[in-house]
């Protein structure tokens, strides 16, 4: 990866500051400071992803991004200031090794009043985590919020989208808490063809769409009992189905109900957070393109030797395919 972090160095050095410059070249992470009192963390999660089958032979923190990132939230704290998080794969994702994600998870809720938002991408969709101050237990306090926003790539069964953050402003005691958000989206069938498509609203303010008093992860908790109360046919679900996909023709059974209810408790996989759910859905349960794609990552078979391993990914390369 060095010659891709160099590159991302080079590209990035007139935007962060030099002295985080190698740490860019090293492990793809940086921090730099937005505003008197926040800071904006940059975390390169790749050395979390479950295609990356390396790391089922190792899945402690082979790089030290986990180490510099708590570091980064210590420094934060004993100066006092607010920390936003940009990162791209959630780790209640299918996608995210557990051991990554439970790293993460603890870091945050060691953080919880230093960190003032997580935003995520990876997805496709628009949902939410929640994070817990017992990990296993999705009935103890919300401790932060994990925001995975849409993406402008198309994508089976979405439609394009993106989102505008209003954060708690510039000023001297400034919370940087998220205040709400907007999200706009691209309908296909409309404007799939179209030379200048318009981009369409899809809901002015997150607080009224779902009747949220804040952004806070007691709030965002308490929506979550909502649905658990009244069900998929209710109507704030209904909404939350249809900005998920940015369509309002998708049908969600009980499976597809209980399933996104069990995702948004999981920010890293334990089945136990969701044992209050009936039939404790899993979350690739409710995308069938991710389950199978789930299927196909399954490396427990790999050889867990190194060497043997290194051989195992040469065999399977047809010789013509490439020159080594």
Request: glycine fraction near 4%; charge should be negative.
């Amino acid at each position: 990866m060095t010659w891709l972090y160099g590159s991302m160095a080079d590209n990035w050095k007139t935007w962060i500051p030099s002295s985080q410059l190698e740490t860019v070249k090293y492990m793809g992470c940086y921090m730099t400071p937005l505003y008197k009192g926040l800071r904006l963390i940059s975390l390169n999660n790749a050395l979390g992803d479950a295609v990356n089958f390396f790391l089922y032979i190792n899945q402690t923190d082979p790089d030290g991004s986990m180490s510099w990132f708590e570091k980064q939230l210590h420094d934060a704290e004993v100066a006092g200031d607010k920390v936003h998080i940009v990162a791209h794969i959630p780790g209640g994702d299918s996608e995210a090794l557990e051991g990554w994600a439970t790293n993460y998870y603890n870091i945050i809720n060691r953080y919880e009043n230093t960190v003032m938002a997580q935003f995520f991408g990876h997805t496709h969709s628009e949902e939410y985590y929640l994070t817990f101050e017992n990990i296993n237990n999705g009935r103890s306090r919300p401790t932060s919020v994990i925001y995975s926003a849409p993406s402008v790539t198309t994508y089976s069964e979405y439609n394009p989208a993106y989102r505008i953050y209003t954060v708690d402003g510039n000023y001297d005691g400034s919370s940087y808490q998220l205040l709400d958000f907007e999200e706009w989206y691209l309908n296909l069938t409309t404007q799939g063809n179209v030379v200048d498509p318009v981009w369409e609203q899809l809901y002015s303010s997150v607080l009224e769409e779902y009747s949220l008093p804040s952004l806070r992860p007691s709030d965002w908790n308490s929506l979550l009992i909502h649905f658990m109360d009244y069900g998929k046919d209710d109507i704030l679900f209904k909404k939350y189905i249809k900005n998920y996909y940015r369509r309002s023709n998708m049908n969600c059974d009980e499976a597809c109900f209980r399933g996104h209810l069990c995702s948004i408790r999981q920010a890293h996989h334990s089945e136990s957070l969701c044992d209050d759910i009936p039939l404790r859905i899993k979350r690739n349960d409710k995308r069938k393109n991710k389950t199978k794609y789930t299927a196909q990552t399954n490396f427990n078979h790999l050889p867990k030797n190194i060497d043997d391993l290194k051989k195992y990914i040469l065999d399977a390369i047809p010789k013509d395919a490439c020159t080594l």
